[in-house]
C-alpha cells in the first residue's frame, strides 16, 4: 500500500479567511482522539472482506505553534489471498504564525518498512508563497505557490467556513505527507446537525494533486468535525475498499499558559 494511499492515512489532521473574522477566533481543543476501525464498503473489487484496527490523532498545543501525531494501523482479510496488515505514523510541528511546518511520515506493509518521507516547509508570510525540504527519502525542494496553508490553518478555515454556512471551500494545502504533498483540496460542507449538545457539520475533502489537471481526485476523506476541531465518524476511501473510524475515546489535553 504506497503513494495516495499513505498520504489519505496520513492526511486526517488536516487558518483564517475572511470568514473566521465574522464567526470570531477558531480555539481548537487539545486533544487525543482514538478510533476503532473496521471496513466499511469492500469497494470495487471486493476482494477485502474485513478490517480490524485503530486510528489515534493527537493534537497538542504550545506557546510556540502546534504538534500533530496520528497513527492508524489495520489487518485486513481477503477473499482470495493472505490477510495483510498496514501501519502509518505521521507527526509535523507548526508555527503559530502558520509560515513553519516540520514533518515526518512512516509507514509498514505487513510489517515490513515502506515510505518514509521528512522535511520542513516554510512560506515568506502568511499567505506567501514558499518552500519545501525533504531531506527523506531523498534531498529534494518543492516550490509552494502563494496562498498555500498548512493542515491546522486549513482544520481552522473549515471550521470558519461552516459557521459561515458555507457549503464549498477550496484550499491549496501542504501537508508533508509524501512526494505529493501539496494538493488542491475541495470540501463539501453539509449542514450544521446536534449530536449530544455538540454542533457537528459532515465534511467530504477530496484532495487533487497540484502536478496534475486531473478532474477525479487522488484520494477522499469524509468525517463530522465540530468547532473544536474534533472529528467524529471517519471515512477512508481507498478505492479498492473503504474504512470508517468510529470514535471510542476523547482525552482533552493541558492548554498552555503562553502569558
Known amino acids: 500500500m504506497t503513494g495516495s494511499k499513505a498520504r489519505l492515512a496520513a492526511s486526517l489532521f488536516l487558518g483564517l479567511a475572511a470568514t473566521a473574522a465574522e464567526a470570531g477566533p477558531i480555539e481548537l481543543l487539545p486533544h487525543r482522539a482514538a478510533y476503532r476501525v473496521t471496513l466499511a464498503e469492500n469497494g470495487r473489487n471486493g476482494s477485502v472482506t474485513a478490517v480490524q484496527g485503530g486510528l489515534v490523532l493527537e493534537w497538542r498545543a504550545e506557546c510556540e505553534g502546534w504538534i500533530s501525531n496520528q497513527r492508524l494501523g489495520f489487518v485486513a482479510a481477503t477473499e482470495d489471498g493472505p490477510d495483510f496488515s498496514y501501519d502509518v505514523r505521521f507527526s509535523s510541528w507548526e508555527s503559530r504564525d502558520n509560515t513553519q511546518l ?123 468535525l465540530d468547532r473544536r476541531g474534533v472529528l467524529y465518524d471517519i471515512t477512508l476511501d481507498y478505492g479498492d475498499f473503504v474504512l470508517k473510524g468510529r470514535l471510542d475515546r476523547l482525552e482533552p489535553l493541558p492548554t498552555p499558559d503562553c502569558r
Open 102 to 224: 516540520r514533518f515526518s511520515v512512516k509507514s509498514f506493509d505487513d510489517g515490513a518498512p515502506g515510505e518514509e518521507y521528512r522535511g520542513r516547509a516554510s512560506l515568506e508570510a502568511p499567505g506567501g508563497k514558499g518552500v519545501a525540504h525533504f531531506s527523506l527519502p531523498e534531498e529534494s525542494r518543492l516550490e509552494l505557490p502563494a496562498g498555500t496553508i498548512f493542515p491546522t490553518e486549513h482544520i481552522k478555515r473549515l471550521i470558519a467556513a461552516a459557521e459561515a454556512g458555507e457549503r464549498m471551500v477550496t484550499h491549496s494545502v501542504f501537508d508533508g505527507s509524501g512526494k505529493d504533498a501539496l494538493s488542491t483540496v475541495s470540501a463539501v460542507i453539509g449542514k450544521a446537525k446536534e449530536v449530544e449538545g455538540i454542533t457537528r457539520w459532515p465534511v467530504r475533502l477530496a484532495y487533487f494533486s497540484a502536478r496534475k489537471n486531473d478532474a477525479t481526485p487522488d484520494f477522499s476523506i469524509g468525517f463530522d
